[in-house]
């Protein structure tokens, strides 16, 4: 059986708060999975969770923020008995999921949602007066812990890592000579001092993106839980499971692409020799990268720079997670 374009009831409320990317698609993805049970490991607003249900799929979501429980209330009892959801982090999906029986497929849609975004009283937005928070999960250190207490060195390091900012020792310095003053605790107060740092040009992304983005992956160790959260569903999925993940920029994208197909860019095979698998392949086929098409761009400017990538498992044992020299999980190849 397989699963067609979702129709009403399961079409998205008027009044849920986070548009899904690439909703479609991603049903396209698990479509093999009617009558089976999917795990979709960050629930948000349930967007993927009620397309799944209405599409004949059971569901069992996960997230981290507790403040969705909410909507999945609502979805458990719209679906009475094929909607279970668990408050945790997807890292951990195969512990989490183990009690409900079988699972077809995982879907992810990294990164943050509309309602976090939106809530100025999360932090996410440099946009928005609210604490320097960015904790998904409402609980330990927050944005405003690292921007006080890092020291200047590991700030750029940081900014550069997960930012990608070209200009983080300007912006680290103008930080540390900023909370020298008083400590900064406001999203609009940090704005500004990246802003004096490195000016605002008219017509650019604002200044403050790229050091919010990196503060934001740090607080919620979203690389680690993305690499941990790949090879979790790695170890849950049986052959012809399928894993489908929507990420949302370079660096994401790259830990998922390598992920799927760890010899892609290896070292280049003399073609007067016999080819040699390096890895044997746990996932094949593996989809070409999925974007959204201009009239999704048009209806919803948050799905810009996402990408969906999905793979079916094949019978090879799962891998063990690789990890650096500070115990960070890695795919291989992919920093
Ligand atoms: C982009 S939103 C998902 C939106 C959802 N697909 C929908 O259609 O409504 C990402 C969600 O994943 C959650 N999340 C992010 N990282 C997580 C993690 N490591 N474990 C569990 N949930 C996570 C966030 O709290 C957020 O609610």
Known sequence: MTMGKPDLPGSQ?????????????????????????????????GGYSRALLAAGADVVAIDRDPTVRVHADRLAEEFPGRFQFVTGTFSKLDILAQEFGPIGGVVLDIGVSSMQLDQSERGFSFMREGPLDMRMSQSGEGAADLVNE????????????????????????????????????????????????????????????????????????????????????????GEGGVLAVVSFHSLEDRIVKRFFDPDKGGPAQSRHLPQVKINPRRWDPVSKAVKPGAAELDRNPRARSSVLRSGIRTAEPAREPVYDQLGVPVVRGAS
């Not at 020792?169 to 490195?198: N, Y």
């Open 13 to 45: 409320p008027p009044d849920v708060p986070h548009v899904p990317v690439l909703l479609d698609e991603v049903v396209a993805a698990l479509s093999s999975l009617a009558g089976r049970r999917v795990v979709d490991g960050t629930f948000g607003a």
């Open 150 to 237: 890092l020291e200047q060195d590991a700030l750029a390091n940081l900014l550069y890592a997960f930012g990608e900012e070209r200009k983080s020792r300007r912006i680290a310095q103008f930080i540390v000579a900023a909370r020298e003053q008083a400590p900064i605790t406001t999203t609009l107060e940090l704005a500004r001092v990246v802003e004096k740092a490195i000016g605002r040009k008219p017509g650019d992304a604002h200044p403050a993106t790229r050091t919010f983005q990196a503060l934001r992956i740090a607080v919620n160790g979203e690389f680690e839980q993305l690499v941990e959260g790949l090879f979790a569903a790695e170890r849950l999925l």
